[in-house]
């Protein structure tokens, strides 16, 4: 799914009715920013807008996920194509993941028999802390790349409102954090929760 393509299908459907970015906003309960961010690429409606959304600009749900008008012939090529997409960016998702929980993994493999070695064996004290300050920083960029992966894996749903984002490096790593939830402020309600995992943005 290209969110640049469905944002300026957006944009242009609007233009089309009439509707400014604040009359569109205020027909489905949301704020301006919201509709902005849509059709600049940078996010796409939550599941609870994508009828309303659509009712209000005249198309489908088919039509919206393709970012343009569908033929009567082409419809259902189309909806497969989307539902095809949408499986394979649940796919991905879940490899990042897996892969991130792999990095994790080896990282610690690799970095606790040296810790064991610099610990156990007798050794000149430069030799021990350059094992230690090894086995240090293979953990500290393990650490960094599962981050990395499983931040950019699907994205974070907001209890309060729903809407899904990808959080910031930094709110990231700073959110205390369950196995599948991490607490988060939600940039579109502003709301400070424990936010679910999900794996389609």
């Known amino acids: 799914m290209d969110q640049i393509k469905t944002g300026q299908f957006i944009a242009g459907e609007r233009k089309a009715k009439g509707f400014t970015q604040r009359q569109l906003a205020e027909r489905l309960g949301i704020s301006d920013k919201t509709v902005s961010k849509w059709e600049r690429g940078n996010g796409f409606p939550e599941v609870s807008l994508?009828?309303?959304?659509?009712?209000?600009?005249?198309?489908?749900?088919?039509?919206?996920?393709?970012?343009?008008?569908?033929?009567?012939?082409?419809?259902?090529k189309k909806a497969e194509e989307n539902m095809v997409n949408l499986v394979k960016e649940a796919q991905e998702s879940k490899k990042k993941i897996i892969l991130s929980?792999?990095?994790?993994?080896?990282?610690?493999v690799a970095?606790?028999?040296?810790?064991?070695?610099?610990?156990?064996?007798?050794?000149?004290?430069?030799?021990?802390?350059?094992?230690i300050g090894i086995g240090s920083l293979v953990i500290f960029m393990d650490i960094i790349i599962a981050c990395v992966l499983?931040?950019?894996?699907?994205?974070?749903?907001?209890?309060?409102?729903?809407?899904?984002?990808?959080?910031?490096?930094?709110?990231y790593l700073m959110g205390p954090h369950t196995i599948r939830k991490?607490?988060?402020?939600?940039?579109?309600?502003?709301?400070?929760?424990?936010?679910?995992?999900?794996?389609?943005?």
Request: glycine share 8%; charged share 20%.
């Open 182 to 201: 991490r607490q988060l402020k939600c940039p579109k309600c502003g709301a400070v929760k424990y936010c679910k995992k999900v794996l389609t943005k």
């Open 111 to 131: 970095a606790v028999p040296l810790f064991v070695i610099a610990g156990a064996l007798e050794m000149k004290a430069w030799l021990r802390a350059v094992l």
């Open 50 to 76: 994508l009828l309303p959304l659509c009712g209000e600009l005249g198309i489908t749900v088919n039509e919206l996920l393709s970012g343009e008008r569908v033929s009567g012939a082409d419809y259902q």
């Open 150 to 171: 499983d931040r950019d894996a699907g994205a974070f749903e907001c209890p309060e409102c729903h809407e899904r984002f990808v959080p910031t490096m930094s709110a």
């Open 101 to 108: 929980a792999l990095v994790a993994a080896v990282g610690l």
